[in-house]
């Protein structure tokens, strides 16, 4: 079967920097996506790896190993609005996207 | 960008009733739409795709019945939610595949749907 593994919370601190990981197991892969998702709203799109390597975007970075079926997000300086729920998705051999459960990130003062 | 444009955003509907959710892409021809639900702390979960023009595909499980999905145009695409019962309370987002340019797919503001 397809799975996607993400921690279920995690907690840090204003300022600080924070990395989430994922894990997959897909029958094929066609890229991999970061979506930021705020309670009751629709998921919000920060990064796309297809190939192996870190992609990075302001404060937020992503990186992949497709021999490992292993990404992060990478979060710097964060902020109280950085408070939400991180998801990945991979693309599979069917173009289809498989969802990780997400990562509710929760930042303290 | 592509904007796909969902509504209503919260509806609360007694049990034995339909609701309709619509999904529109405003500034561009979207084929398909998917259509997901979202329990709390869970992740996405496929539903069905929509496509202009075909019957709509349903992921196992999915009561094709109880969903009725219509891609009526290029721009619309709705979810019928018929008989509603309150274990269909949920969160349900459409989304559009991406389009030239683009790698991501675009969502819907998505609906927050209590049945009562």
């Known amino acids: 079967g397809q799975n996607i593994d993400q921690p279920t919370e995690m907690t840090a601190t204003e300022g600080a920097i924070v990395q989430i990981n994922c894990t997959y197991q897909?029958?094929?892969?066609?890229?991999l996506f970061w979506y930021q998702q705020h309670a009751g709203e629709a998921p919000t799109f920060l990064s796309y790896?297809?190939l192996d390597g870190l992609e990075e975007k302001g404060r937020f970075s992503s990186f992949l190993s497709r021999s490992k079926g292993y990404s992060y997000l990478l979060l710097k300086e964060l902020q109280m609005k950085d408070s939400a729920s991180y998801l990945c998705?991979?693309?599979?051999?069917?173009?289809?996207?498989?969802w990780g459960a997400g990562t509710k990130l929760i930042i303290k003062p | 960008g592509a904007v796909v444009s969902q509504h209503p955003s919260r509806v609360i509907c007694k049990s034995g009733t339909s609701v309709k959710i619509e999904c529109r892409s405003l500034?561009?021809?979207?084929?398909?739409m998917f259509w997901y639900r979202q329990f709390p702390k869970k992740s996405l979960m496929l539903m069905a795709t929509?496509?202009?023009?075909?019957?709509?595909?349903?992921e196992q499980g999915v009561e094709k019945d109880k969903f009725l999905i219509n891609h009526a145009s290029l721009t619309l695409s709705t979810l019928t939610v018929t008989s509603a019962h309150p274990e269909d309370s949920s969160f349900y987002i459409c989304?559009?595949?991406?389009?030239?340019?683009?790698?991501?797919?675009?969502f819907g503001q998505g609906t927050r749907l209590t049945v009562v």
């Open positions: 897909t029958s094929g892969f066609n890229g």
């Open positions: 989304s559009a595949p991406p389009i030239a340019g683009h790698t991501e797919a675009f």
């Open positions: 500034d561009f021809q979207a084929t398909t």
């Open positions: 998705a991979v693309k599979d051999s069917n173009y289809q996207l498989i």
């Open positions: 929509s496509n202009e023009g075909s019957k709509a595909t349903y």
């Open positions: 790896n297809v």
